[in-house]
């Protein structure tokens, strides 16, 4: 799938328009192949070929809009229709998409690893899409967010190899730095509640004069430091940390300790403060793809088409 020539400066525009050129940590390279890219920083694996691709049917769009799902479109996802599927139809496409694509990436590598974690991207964007996207505006955020959700789940490969690049670090900086659903900053009233200390400010200096992984050592410094009176030496004392927040459930701050909770939860097995805060950028990362992705489709321009 990808955009026409006359739309790819729309799309660039629409990047921009929901999250400013400063702001949005996955508009750098915007047109150089996904798959590109995570072979250059090592992310693939070493059989992985998708040169076999083939190129949709022009009338798969068709097809799905009556009702008749497309069973020769080879993954095709858009064409040129004037009445998009809406209600049950809609989803049937965009579940029969999904089924497709699954399809196509399980013959890029004979790596099952690679495979389940691709099909587990897929699921995890499908089930983050907005309601009320139309099938172009739909396929425009899975667009985004399967590949911005690749590049993050390369930064998690790359720190697990001890070769986290200037990228990932600057991507790990801009959550805990940023205001991401799941940002420090965007939950510090629970967070400031919770812990009886002061979230501190990022730097505001321009980022591209200063070392990433420098700028994310200091972010993570400072929610480290949010925790000192959760931790015993560099240990975290987690249950005192769920209780804290836990008790912040039926407060004023209640959604935000649910998110906190879901940071909880999900980092539960790491024993120093320090790898806390790395998890919780490394999943938090993920809230900042879901809400941008959802964004660009949302300002999709109406009059663009998609082809595969």
Not at 203 to 214: I, L
Not at 302 to 307: F, G, I, N, W
Request: glycine share 6%; charged share 20%; aromatic share 6%.
């Amino acid at each position: 799938m990808g955009f026409p020539s006359a739309c790819v400066g729309a799309n660039v525009a629409a990047l921009l328009l929901v999250s400013g050129a400063a702001a949005s940590m996955f508009v750098t390279d915007q047109i150089q192949p996904t798959f590109s890219l995570l072979k250059s920083r090592g992310c693939l694996p070493d059989d992985f070929n998708n040169s076999a691709s083939k190129p949709a049917a022009p009338n798969c769009m068709n097809l799905v809009n009556d009702g008749d799902l497309p069973k020769t479109c080879e993954g095709g996802m858009l064409g040129d229709t004037p009445t998009p599927p809406t209600g049950d139809k809609l989803e049937d496409a965009i579940a029969f998409l999904l089924a497709q694509m699954k399809g196509r990436k399980a013959k890029y590598t004979s790596d099952a690893g690679w495979i389940i974690n691709a099909y587990q991207i897929m699921d995890e964007c499908a089930g983050q899409r907005a309601a009320g996207l139309l099938l172009p505006r739909a396929a425009v955020y899975s667009l985004h967010c399967l590949r911005w959700s690749w590049f993050v789940d390369c930064d998690r490969q790359q720190e697990e190899r001890g070769e986290l690049d200037a990228a990932g670090a600057s991507r790990r900086d801009a959550f805990l730095c940023g205001q991401c659903p799941l940002s420090p900053a965007s939950l510090r009233a629970v967070l400031e509640s919770a812990t009886a200390r002061t979230l501190e400010q990022c730097d505001t200096g321009a980022p591209a004069e200063e070392d990433p992984h420098q700028r994310y050592a200091d972010g993570v410094a400072k929610v480290v430091n949010l925790l000192e009176s959760f931790q015993s030496g560099n240990k975290l004392k987690y249950d005192e940390l769920q209780s804290a927040v836990t008790n912040e459930l039926s407060g004023a701050n209640s959604e935000m300790a649910e998110k906190l909770m879901k940071v909880l939860f999900l980092c539960k097995s790491t024993k120093t403060s320090e790898d806390f805060v790395t998890c919780w950028a490394e999943i938090g990362v993920l809230s900042c793809i879901y809400q941008e992705a959802n964004k660009v489709a949302a300002a999709f321009p109406d009059q663009c088409k998609l082809s595969a």
